[in-house]
């Protein structure tokens, strides 16, 4: 940190120093290459802390920085419920959307998913709670949630 804190100083006062000596010179045939010399000074100053000291990009040791008290399995793990809290969320969503489409009131929908090792999802159980009066709509029902989810539902008819 104290080495951009003088990198900034010597910025600075190289800026103000080539003010002043461009203030100081006369107006006549030099002032371009006064200009020229000023500029040339405050670039060198802006670019040797790299020059002197190069900077080393290592990203092999950033890759390899965990955040303290965070364990890769742990992340993992929260990583995977997420996504098995998500997918149901979508399930859930397109489920009483296409039911509420087709005017079936719906008490209760279960959704049971895993995630595998390879990252694929599983919808193990959809299950659907209609009440008695829908009863006649079960295979309907079904059609247009396999349709939509892709896995035939569980209807289950409640009083």
């Not at 910025?11 to 080539?18: F, L, Q, R, S, V």
């Not at 149901?88 to 087709?102: D, F, G, M, Q």
């Amino acid at each position: 940190m104290e080495v951009i804190r003088d990198w900034a100083l010597t910025i600075c006062i190289t800026a103000i120093g080539g003010a002043i000596f461009s203030i100081l010179t006369p107006n006549n045939n030099s002032e371009k290459l006064i200009r020229f010399v000023c500029c040339l000074f405050f670039l060198s100053a802006v670019i040797s802390p790299i020059i002197t000291n190069p900077v080393n990009f290592d990203i092999s040791s950033a890759m390899e920085y965990t955040m303290p008290g965070l364990d890769d399995n742990a992340l993992q793990e929260g990583v995977k419920n997420q996504t098995e809290k998500a997918a149901e969320r979508v399930i859930y969503t397109a489920a009483e959307k296409i039911l509420h489409e087709n005017s079936i009131k719906v008490k209760k929908i279960e959704i049971n998913i895993n995630i595998n090792e390879d990252n694929s999802i599983l919808i193990n159980r959809l299950a659907v709670h209609i009440d008695e009066i829908f009863k006649n709509n079960i295979e309907e029902i079904k059609d247009l949630l396999e349709k939509e989810v892709g896995i035939e539902p569980e209807i289950i008819v409640e009083n």
